[in-house]
């Protein structure tokens, strides 16, 4: 599935480097950069050419994906800083503007990709579809829980939850909206996952639009996101979607945006919308 990027990576250098930030990290992976302290600095140091060459093979190797767009996005002679937190977790920022590209949970090689990457790349990770009404609670720092997902929207994108892998990485997209707003990790195989009929967690959330990790960066935002959730801003014709998958499970015209009433579950059953 091919989704075009609507925002440049500004890798441009920062003026106003960040201090270290104090206190006591933790690493939960549901609240690893929901707080100021879970980015708490242990060390960092940049990376000699032949690590960042290393990193971005075992990128390349965990993601299939393309050493150009590696490249664009980490350039090796530009430098990459690799920051150690308190949790164990690593950072990797881009050197000159310190925007976070990589993480490394529990320093194990467990790399996800940041917001910021995967809006330049969305295809980086397979997704998993949402819609509107979900997207505050997670980013209030809720897991994405089965019935918020939308079966139908994951065999219109040739991603269906059958094929889901445990400790696969998968982005999160609201139905209509070509960016995602976070990245996390699936829990358990598809198959145990159709067994439950669709109740339970689908994704741990490690990092989600609005935390701490973005606020890091350059706080740049896709048409649609704001601090009150996401909202769809394409035609689903135009996300390169099975449209007779999706009209034979919700109509021509969606559904209502639905919300969940567990304050620690993202959940909901019917999708959005499509803009006209």
Not at 183 to 198: E, N
Request: a negative charge.
């Amino acid at each position: 599935l091919t989704r075009t990027p609507t925002l440049t990576l500004n890798l441009s250098p920062n003026p106003n480097p960040k201090p270290k930030l104090e206190g006591v990290g933790h690493g939960s992976l549901r609240t690893m950069f929901k707080k100021p302290h879970d980015l708490t600095e242990r060390s960092r140091a940049r990376l000699k050419n032949s690590e960042v060459k290393k990193l971005k093979a075992a990128l390349a190797a965990q993601f299939e994906a393309d050493a150009a767009d590696l490249e664009r996005i980490m350039p090796t002679k530009e430098g990459v800083l690799a920051v150690k937190l308190a949790s164990k977790t690593v950072l990797y920022l881009h050197q000159p503007s310190e925007t976070p590209l990589f993480f490394d949970k529990n320093g194990r090689k467990d790399y996800y990709p940041t917001l910021f990457v995967l809006w330049q790349l969305p295809g980086l990770l397979k997704p998993l579809y949402t819609h509107a009404g979900v997207a505050p609670r997670l980013l209030g720092g809720a897991d994405l829980m089965l019935p918020g997902v939308l079966p139908a929207a994951q065999d219109a994108a040739g991603a269906p939850l059958r094929d889901l892998r445990r400790g696969e990485k998968r982005a999160v997209l609201v139905l209509g909206n070509p960016m995602p707003c976070a990245v996390g990790s699936v829990p358990v195989d598809g198959d145990d996952l159709l067994a439950t009929g669709l109740r339970g967690k689908g994704l741990q959330v490690a990092h989600v639009y609005g935390d701490v990790l973005y606020e890091s960066g350059d706080r740049q935002a896709p048409e649609g996101f704001s601090d009150r959730g996401i909202t769809p801003c394409v035609a689903l014709n135009e996300l390169g979607l099975d449209m007779a998958i999706l009209e034979e499970a919700y109509g021509s015209g969606g559904g209502g945006d639905g919300d969940g009433d567990d304050e620690d579950a993202a959940e909901a059953e019917a999708p959005p919308a499509a803009p006209a």
